[in-house]
Nanobody, 117 residues
Framework: QVQLVESGGGLVQAGGSLRLSCEASGILTIDGMGWYRQAPGKQRDLVAIITNGGPTYTDSVKGRFTISRGPAANSVILRMDNLKPEDTAVYYC?????????????WGQGTQVTVSS
């Protein structure tokens, strides 16, 4: 059974920090893990991912967010510093496989991040 268990998130003032953690299980092969976010009325967008080739960030979080491998196998941590109100969204953990037809994502249940101004 595939499971992605997320923790962290919450409410923070602008300029504050939060830490998101995610651990995946039940997936035989994982090519990468990362975080996506979805604000109300908007599509789900990439925030940061990490593969054997290293991390990738969306431009709006570069220099503020850091993604790293967690201590457990198939786990990932997202450290978010200098948070802004526009970072408010539901954050989803993804474990993905790279296939010829594109990436196949396995998703967590999502965790709310709210940044107040």
């Amino acid at each position: 059974q595939v499971q992605l268990v997320e923790s962290g998130g919450g409410l923070v003032q602008a300029g504050g920090s939060l830490r998101l953690s995610c651990e995946a299980s039940g997936i035989l092969t994982i090519d990468g893990m990362g975080w996506y976010r979805q604000a109300p009325g908007k599509q789900r967008d990439l925030v940061a991912i990490i593969t054997n080739g290293g991390p990738t960030y969306t431009d709006s979080v570069k220099g503020r967010f850091t993604i790293s491998r967690g201590p457990a196998a198939n786990s990932v941590i997202l450290r978010m510093d200098n948070l802004k109100p526009e970072d408010t969204a539901v954050y989803y953990c993804s474990a993905f496989q790279l296939q010829s037809s594109g990436a196949k994502h396995y998703w967590g249940q999502g965790t709310q991040v709210t940044v107040s101004s």
